[in-house]
């Protein structure tokens, strides 16, 4: 049978992480420091406070199981077997979403991005090398962070088709790396 997975693990990141900003900000003293001394001392526009404008963007789920999404190879230097697909917005432009998905075995080639990246692991197991970082092991919910132009590589780990979310800053590129990053 075939497992479904779904991005709910993306939501069930930002909200952990939500209540953990939150927790924090509340360990902050109430005594005229911390939090509520810098937001004093931040002035009030009025028109910033108004009710914010809704970009007119329609609020978008995806399954990574969709038949809907439309699959396409990864760009050059990945090598054949890799598949990406768009989730949201425009990859020529800043925050791009998009899904890849390999096959167990398959090996990303040293590459880096003009871009920062933020992922998350949706299925399989997926190892990531940075350039002057250990190797670090992905397994679905993982997220890991990418700084923009730092080299590194990463291997879809042992048989199960690997799918990963990423969440590009800028517009999305890919440039081959010579040699390795260890």
């Not at 497992?3 to 069930?12: D, E, G, M, R």
């Not at 439309?70 to 077997?81: D, E």
């Not at 670090?136 to 890991?144: F, M, R, S």
């Not at 962070?145 to 291997?155: I, Q, V």
Request: charged fraction near 15%.
């Amino acid at each position: 049978m075939r497992k479904s997975y779904t991005l709910l693990t993306i939501v069930a990141a930002a909200a952990l992480t939500a209540c953990q900003y939150q927790e924090s900000a509340e360990q902050v003293p109430a005594n005229g420091s911390g939090a509520e001394a810098a937001n004093a001392a931040v002035p009030t526009n009025t028109a910033a406070s108004a009710t914010p404008q809704v970009s007119g963007e329609a609020p978008l789920v995806k399954a990574a199981s969709d038949p809907t999404l439309k699959w396409g190879p990864c760009p050059a230097p990945f090598p054949q077997g890799c598949e990406l697909t768009v989730l949201h917005g425009d990859p020529a432009k800043p925050n791009a979403d998009v899904l890849l998905r390999m096959p167990g075995g398959y090996v990303i080639p040293p590459h880096r991005h003009s871009s920062a990246e933020r992922m998350i692991l949706v299925s399989g197991q997926l190892e990531v090398k940075y350039q002057g970082a250990a190797a670090a092991t992905l397994n679905p919910g993982n997220y890991a962070f990418g700084p923009a132009n730092l080299p590194h590589r990463a291997t879809c780990v042992g048989t199960a088709q690997c799918h990963l979310f990423v969440a590009f800053e800028g517009p999305v590129d890919v440039v081959p790396v010579e040699g390795g990053v260890d």
